[in-house]
């Protein structure tokens, strides 16, 4: 059966149904007071397998940004699939649709157009107050990208800006903006319910584990059937060689940005773990299927905003929406067999490292 689906419930559905084939423990916590894009009920579902009691944990997630699930459920509903729930002895709780509303309504943010990965800060860290480097190129960010010429035209200008100003801006801007309600990337002033459910879901499925693994799905950077691994703990430290080593990864910077290293990014769901858990030695990091060139990603980003705000009513807004999905998640089936083949190797992986750690 494919494990790739046309909507969030369809996705739901075969990954409930492979939860069931593997009795799978699934606790549900549902969307109260918001609908999907067809009507239906929305929910996170959690799926526990692996002995309960075990002092070692993996968490695998799903959604975090909701046009990147579809790869994501693909990859989870595959491993139960493929691995008869075998969860190396680890307990493993997979973690689906964590932002159902925007999987469901297959957009990047959540109902208030929140960006959920930037929206978990440290209790004592609050948003920021501005970010000028945003707003040095929000006419080009909040354009209409509906004409193809014109689309291309913004990007040029945006590189253009860059090369002029320096590539070390851009990844200013990728660290979040919390001033632009309407904006990209988009930190929220309060916790969203995403936020609160993680929190919950760490409490409740996490809370005998003291040694941790974590990885959260992710879509776009990186180039076509590229695999980018972001891991955010400093390279010299445990955590990181552990993760590093898990996966096999060599000591190296992130060709995957133009400046070689990650943006300063604040607000990123994976930090929660160590937030809720900071008793537990916690490793992991964030996987990204590469899916298209940067300017398609400039392009996709700028389509998914258009159209929340000011492109909802255009005759082409359908059309639009697929082009953005189809940017997140390709319907290219020698990407998609890549995704279905990595990805479960890869929670092996993160599984068989967690065991032996």
């Not at 959604?63 to 729930?85: P, Y």
Request: with cysteine.
């Amino acid at each position: 059966m494919d494990s790739f689906s046309e909507s969030y419930a369809e996705a739901r559905g075969k990954f409930l149904a492979a939860c069931t084939e593997v009795g799978a423990r699934v606790t549900s916590y549902p969307r109260d007071g918001l609908s999907g894009e067809a009507g239906e009920p929305l929910a996170t579902d959690v799926a526990c397998l692996g002995p309960e009691a075990s002092a070692r944990a993996a968490i695998v997630i799903c959604g975090t940004h909701g046009s990147e699930a579809f790869s994501a459920s693909a990859i989870l509903t595959r491993w139960l699939q493929s691995r008869d729930g075998n969860a190396q002895g680890v307990r493993l709780v997979l973690v689906h649709a964590i932002n159902p509303w925007a999987f469901s309504h297959r957009t990047r943010t959540d109902e208030n157009n929140v960006d959920i990965n930037r929206n978990f800060l440290a209790a004592d860290v609050g948003p920021a107050s501005e970010n000028p480097a945003y707003d040095a190129v929000v006419h080009l960010l909040h354009a209409d990208p509906s004409n193809a010429a014109g689309a291309l035209e913004l990007h040029r200008t945006y590189r253009a800006y860059f090369e002029a100003h320096g590539w070390a801006l851009e990844g200013e801007i990728w660290q979040g903006q919390w001033h632009r309600p309407e904006g990209l990337m988009y930190g929220g002033q309060a916790p969203s319910w995403s936020n609160v459910t993680f929190r919950r879901i760490l409490r409740e499925h996490l809370s005998r584990a003291t040694t941790i693994g974590f990885l959260d799905w992710h879509t776009g950077i990186g180039q076509f059937g590229e695999i980018v691994h972001l891991i955010f703990d400093a390279p010299e430290g445990m955590e990181h060689r552990a993760a590093a080593g898990w996966w096999g990864l060599a000591a190296k910077e992130d060709g995957a940005f133009k400046t070689g290293a990650k943006p300063k990014y604040r607000g990123l769901l994976c930090q929660a773990i160590r937030q809720e858990r900071p008793d537990a030695r916690i490793a992991g990091g964030v996987i990204e299927f590469g899916t298209a060139d940067d300017y398609q990603i400039f392009r996709g980003d700028l389509i998914d905003r258009w159209l929340r705000f000011e492109g909802r009513d255009h005759p082409d807004a359908r059309a639009l929406r697929d082009a953005h999905v189809d940017i997140c998640c390709p319907r290219d089936i020698s990407w998609r067999r890549l995704v279905e083949t990595r990805g479960p190797t890869l929670m092996d992986q993160l599984l068989a490292g967690v065991a032996e750690w």
